[in-house]
Structures are given as C-alpha cells and as structure tokens.
C-alpha cells in the first residue's frame, strides 16, 4: 500500500465524496472537477486512490464505472464486501452497508467482484406511493 500524498487536487476529488453517500460514476466526477483538472488527472487519481484504499470502483449494468468511498470500515476487506445498488428509475447508485460473503475459491486469488443489486430507491418508492 503506498502513501497517499495529500495533494490539492485529491483534496478536491475527495471533497465531492463527502458531499453525499452515494457513489459517483467516473463521467460526473469528469464533468464536475472539468474546472479544476483534466479527464487524464481525474483518472490518474482515482487509480491511485483505488490502490490506496480509499475508493473502490464497481461497474453498474450499463458497465459504467462507479467510484465509492470507503465506508466508516476502511479495512481493507470488509469495505470491499458489501452491496451496491443501483436504482431503475432515478438512476442513482449507492454503496450499502451490507456485506456479502465471499467464500474463499480454491485455488484463486480474488481481487475484485461485482454484485449489484437493482431496483427502486428509498426516494423513488416514496414518491410513488404519493402519486398512488
Ligand atoms: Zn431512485
Ligand atoms: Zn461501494
């Protein structure tokens, strides 16, 4: 694990993760920081900060890549563990904290899995009942 240098650009990236708990796809993170820093430094860093830890990536249905930031657990193991879900209507993506059981496979070393669960938000299913 490397150390990560606390630089103003990965203070800006970080800051838009602690805006809300959802996680946030590549593309917005683009077109957020577009003012600050380039799409190639976006990248370099996300790619650093998924080396260190600190985020984590998954790919949604459209197989586009989402960040999430390490829940209140940043162990290693646990925050790679829970379930992602993704919403239908709104289009929203979150992290739960929810873990998933990996059983071990023999033979290989995991380093990555994806389980995304989808269907209506919190939200998304508040507003329906209304319009009931
Ligand atoms: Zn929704
Ligand atoms: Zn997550």
């Avoid at 606390?6 to 838009?16: F, M, R």
């Avoid at 709104?90 to 669960?117: A, N, S």
Wanted: proline share 2%; net charge positive.
């Amino acid at each position: 694990m490397g150390i990560i240098r606390k630089t103003k650009s990965t203070a800006v990236l970080l800051a838009e993760f602690e805006k809300s708990s959802d996680a946030i796809s590549a593309t917005d993170l683009i077109r957020r920081l577009h003012s600050k820093m380039n799409k190639t430094t976006v990248y370099r860093l996300l790619d650093k900060l998924e080396d260190d830890d600190v985020v984590h990536s998954f790919l949604d249905s459209r197989g586009q890549k989402w960040y999430g930031k390490g829940k209140k657990c940043s162990h290693k193991e646990n925050f790679k563990r829970h379930l992602h879900f993704e919403c239908l209507s709104c289009g929203k993506v979150e992290c739960l904290d929810l873990d998933v059981d990996i059983p071990e496979i023999p033979r290989r070393e995991v380093k990555t899995f994806q389980i995304l669960v989808q269907g209506r938000c919190e939200t998304c299913l508040i507003e329906s009942e209304v319009t009931v």
